[in-house]
């Protein structure tokens, strides 16, 4: 497989609080805080409060986000007439809110806030403490480039699955997928690029599954899909569609198009298998040959 980036390892957990938590009360919106949701610290919160606060890579920054991809003096957030608002100080790669590039904007709740390659959400609202909490437990599961589940999430629900096959003698399928050539497009459009790559795919892929499978990112550009109580036949058909469904989806960062494919491995839990880690090294072993045989399908 490509080499996956390293600089944010979607598998690493680290949660921590900065500073003290934000007083009760703020019906006017100026107890809001910030929680980064991708990227270095993952899930430290930054009470916003009244005052003008500065994120940037500089020292002096209110918020220091230290990333080649971000400014000195990235951007702004403000408190006027009850409401915060994000302002672009002109950096290089711009600031987005909620994948759209902005010059200034009003933040609303749960609006995401992606400054170089961290996310900050935005919560504002009755309970911020409750919030934040929930926000937090969310991140335990949840991947937040890419917003389906992390890896340790789905560790658990395939040693679920598989006491569930062993206790009923039923069966489930599993599919292994990957980007082709991803390390060629963050070396020729930039991680930034990379990044929004990641973002769309599971976004399109989570949108295709039904409510019981489990779509995981479980590296740097690896996925998973486990399909409970889905045959061999079924789970081909569903790899197909979703590398037809990419292959014909656009792919675009700043005006840039970006021919994304993907290749998928497919396996099935078998009588005589007793862990996970057979099944996921069958599927791997189809996804490599795909790989291995011109890349862009679907081996099984």
Known sequence: MDDEDRTTNPNRTVVTVIGPPPERGGADGSDACLIVIYGDDIGRRVPLGTSRAIIGRSSQADMQVDQ???????????????RHRVRDLGSTNGT????????????????????GRTILKYITGGNVEAQYHEEIYRLMTVDGLTQIHNKRYFDEMLEREVSRCA?????????????????????THGHLAGDAVLRRLGTLVRTRVRRDDVVARTGGEEFAIILPEVGLEG?????????????????????????ITISLGVATWQEGMTTGEELIKLADDKLYEAKDSGRNRVCY
């Open 68 to 82: 080649e991809s971000v400014s000195r003096n990235h951007c702004q957030i403000t408190f006027r007439g009850k």
């Open 96 to 115: 987005y809110v909620n994948d759209e590039p902005c010059e200034e904007i009003e933040l609303r709740d749960g609006d995401q806030i992606k400054v």
């Open 167 to 187: 206790r009923y003698g039923r069966s489930f399928s599993l599919i292994l997928f990957d980007i082709d050539h991803f390390k060629r497009v963050n070396d």
């Open 235 to 259: 789970a081909v058909g569903l790899a197909r569609k979703m590398n037809a469904l990419i292959d014909d989806s656009r792919f675009e960062f700043e005006n840039t198009v970006m021919d």
